[in-house]
């Protein structure tokens, strides 16, 4: 399966995230509707859906807020810049970040047509923020959708040990015995 969309990429890649923490084969058409040069579809061409069994989410993909505090994991958030340092918080109840994550925008996978930036690139961009192979990171953002365009990206740049904090700043900034960061990146 592939899953695009009109916008960034990250409603296809919540999707895409989804459908392969629960063992499909899917991927996202980088750059989404923009990209197709092909003819468009404009009625419901869906095969039947058939029975799904209903599966619990694998405990490998997915981190706790208490697995976030611990500290062992390179954590990081996926929102934009000014929602990361708490000069802006249009959703949640508090504003900042969790303390020790870095903000990796989930906008800087992407070139200057939507596309995502190739493996390498992605690479680089990850292992400059702390990622590394014997290390795991988790990764988070406002409500858990954008933060899979980021694992999308750590993938591509062939990182396997990252999980999503699907709770994401919704949670986390909901719970007042957790402690809030505001500023920039350490």
Not at 21 to 41: E, I, K, M, P, Q
Not at 121 to 141: M, N, P, Q, S
Not at 160 to 165: D, G, K, Q, S, W
Not at 169 to 178: G, H, L, Y
Request: glycine letters at 10%; charged letters at 25%.
């Amino acid at each position: 399966m592939v899953a695009y969309d009109d916008t960034n990429g990250a409603p296809a890649g919540r999707l895409v995230w989804m459908l392969r923490a629960l063992g499909h084969d899917a991927a996202v058409l980088s750059g989404g509707l923009a990209a197709w040069d092909g003819a468009l579809a404009t009625q419901d061409e869906s095969p039947d859906a058939g029975d799904v069994p209903v599966r619990d989410w694998p405990a490998h993909r997915i981190a706790t807020a208490d697995e976030v505090a611990a500290g062992e994991a390179l954590v990081i958030d996926a929102r934009a810049a000014e929602r990361y340092r708490g000069e802006v918080e249009p959703i949640d109840p508090r504003a900042g970040h969790v303390p020790g994550a870095v903000n990796l925008p989930f906008s800087g996978n992407l070139d200057e047509h939507g596309r995502f930036l190739p493996p390498e690139e992605l690479r680089r961009r990850f292992e400059a923020a702390g990622a590394r192979e014997d290390r795991e990171t988790i990764v988070y953002c406002g409500s858990g959708v954008t933060a899979t365009h980021d694992l999308l990206a750590l993938e591509s740049a062939g990182f396997t040990r990252v999980r999503l904090f699907p709770g994401s700043w919704s949670q986390w900034s909901a719970d007042p015995a957790r402690p809030v960061a505001v500023g920039p990146n350490p």
